[in-house]
């Protein structure tokens, strides 16, 4: 559900309420801190002036130290818009495997530094999917630099592509320790991060990106073992679309030990 966009000949539901607010509990705890530093150092901007005792590099510190909290606004409001803001989706017929490997070429090379390896698997039976190339690829870069982030140090990256009945399916498997069971039911929560400085955001907007196109993500992980992102993209009628079979008819977000 898109708790920015109620139906609006429906009332809203208890659910799209509970998410609505915690969205902006979320964006509110996020856009806090910068704001009180903001406030703090105008409040020493304004003394110093006052007193007539600041001097001209002391100032200039305190801009800077606004300017780099501004940015950091600017950069949640872009992260809440691209989870949250209406978004006109331009799907073209597009050949998922090159994407998949757009992202691979972008992330190889940080991947060998943080000594991941990184393979792939991509089937040639994969059918042009009517896909919006920069969101998909958004999608699958935000699974990816997770499981990087997850296994800096060691481990192995697979990102595989297959066709199972009519739909499509995308696997990225790391080798990292796992999301813990008490972990598992916030990973999808816009600003729920359990990184010192994640944003929170990877996850729902992906999620958001595969539902906009009609497909499904799951995740299946095990402690100490690894865990896998799979999608599903449903093949356009005429492409040799049939019911996507083994593919899950719920919506996003179903959960399962690998
Ligand atoms: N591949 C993964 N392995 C282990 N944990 C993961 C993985 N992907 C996501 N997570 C967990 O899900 C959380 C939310 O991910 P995300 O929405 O991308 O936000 P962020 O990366 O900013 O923390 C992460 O903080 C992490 O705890
Ligand atoms: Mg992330």
């Known amino acids: 559900m898109d708790p920015m966009s109620p139906d609006p000949g429906r009332p809203p539901t ?8 915690s969205l902006a509990g979320g964006l509110a705890h996020e856009i806090k801190n910068p704001l009180s530093t903001m406030t703090i150092t105008l409040g020493l901007l304004r ?4 007193s007539g005792r600041g001097d001209g590099e002391k100032a200039l510190r305190r801009v800077k130290v606004l300017e ?8 949640i409001l872009a992260g809440f818009l691209q989870y949250a803001g209406r978004h006109r989706l331009e799907p073209r017929p597009t050949d998922l495997n090159a994407v998949v490997a757009e992202v691979l070429d972008f992330v190889t090379p940080l991947a060998q530094q943080k000594r991941v390896e990184v393979r ?5 039976d994969v ?7 920069d969101r998909v690829k ?7 630099l997770n499981a990087q982030e997850a296994m800096a140090g060691r481990g192995e990256l697979l990102v595989q592509t297959s066709v199972r009945g009519g739909a499509v399916r995308v696997d990225v ?8 069971p008490e972990a598992l039911p916030r990973i999808w929560e816009a600003y729920w991060s359990s990184k010192r400085t994640g944003t929170g955001l990877g996850l729902p907007i992906a999620r958001r990106i595969v539902e906009e196109h009609g497909g499904v993500i799951q995740v299946f992980t095990e402690v100490g073992k690894g865990t896998r992102f799979t999608l599903w993209f449903p093949v356009p009628v005429g492409e040799g679309a049939g019911a996507p079979e083994g593919a899950p008819a719920a919506a996003a977000g179903a959960e399962a030990r690998a």
Do not use: M
């Open 14 to 21: 208890q659910e799209s309420l509970a998410l609505l607010g």
């Open 47 to 50: 003394e110093d002036l006052e």
């Open 68 to 75: 780099r909290e501004v940015a950091r606004l600017e950069d």
């Open 120 to 124: 792939h698997h991509l089937s040639p």
């Open 127 to 133: 059918p042009h999917l009517l896909l919006d190339r």
């Open 138 to 144: 958004q999608a699958l870069l935000n699974l990816v």
């Open 173 to 180: 498997t790391d080798t990292g320790p796992g999301i813990p």
